[in-house]
């Protein structure tokens, strides 16, 4: 019995906090830790902002504004407008399934497929060929629970025309000034899930016509009630803002958005591109 109680009471204590100190030293190790990644995704997020237009292309005869709202720093929405030469014009978005740096990866292989196919092809750009190609990339590198819905769509500046391929995508619409609209659904399924061919088909467009895509984000966003905004109320927002600019049409649609959403997190990415034939 080399031990007093007295002794015991005192290993008690050291160990104690012995067990505090070591709690703060693993504590101390998953901050460092969290904000090493912290800083990684800030640099994903960095790289991905590059990824977009950082100013979108003066086009003959039509008026463009377009944006992205990530839910989190990175995100699976992208889109991008791609002047082909002087009177055609390509318009494209895409929507990744799921979010965060996964989601983020497949958007920089659809950039880099892009600038590739346009380096090889630009001077005989086909639009079929084109998502043709951009979906057997993305079956070889994507996993099997990953997909990609997106719109295509080539504006012909001199004939008024755009060639249009819907695959998986939420409609496009082509709104008249009347209000009454088009809906741009041919194509095809998601991308990434099936080697095959793509229908597209073709529009005319007139003067003050107004072409609209987006992502899920829009008609999906959720209030607390857990209920969504829906294509309805978004194809009401538009008809009610036809005759406006394409900047005020985008940024009423926005706040129409926040306004149903209020105080519910955002819970999916947000992209929406608004195109008006002069």
Known sequence: ???????????????????????NAKLVTVQIQQEALNREIKIARDIQQNLLPSKLP???????????????????DYYN???????????LICDVTGKSISASLIVSTIYSSIVTYFDLKKDKFDLKDFVKCLNRVLIESTTSEKFVTAWFGIYNSETKIIQ???????????????G?????????????????DFESEDFQMESEDVLLYYTDGV????????????????????????????????????NDV?????????????????????
Do not use: W
């Open 1 to 23: 019995k080399p031990f007093t109680e007295r002794d015991l009471n005192i290993f008690n204590l050291l160990a104690s906090q012995c067990a505090i100190s070591i709690e």
């Open 180 to 196: 009454t609209y088009i809906e741009l659904i041919k194509g095809g399924v998601f991308l990434g899930i099936s080697d095959m």
């Open 58 to 76: 003066e086009i003959s005869g039509i008026d463009i504004f377009a944006t992205l709202i990530p839910a989190k720093l990175v995100g699976g």
């Open 258 to 278: 926040k306004s149903f959403v209020k105080d519910a997190d955002q819970s999916d990415d947000i992209t929406i591109g608004v195109v008006k034939i002069k």
């Open 81 to 91: 407008i791609y002047k082909i030469n002087e009177t055609e014009t390509l318009f």
């Open 164 to 178: 249009s391929i819907n695959a998986g995508h939420n409609t496009t619409f082509i709104f008249k000034k009347d």
């Open 219 to 254: 008609p999906e966003a959720m209030n607390a009630n857990v209920e969504q905004y829906s294509d309805e109320r978004l194809i009401s927002n538009v008809q009610k803002n036809i005759k406006s600019g394409v900047e005020d049409i985008l940024n009423e649609l926005l």
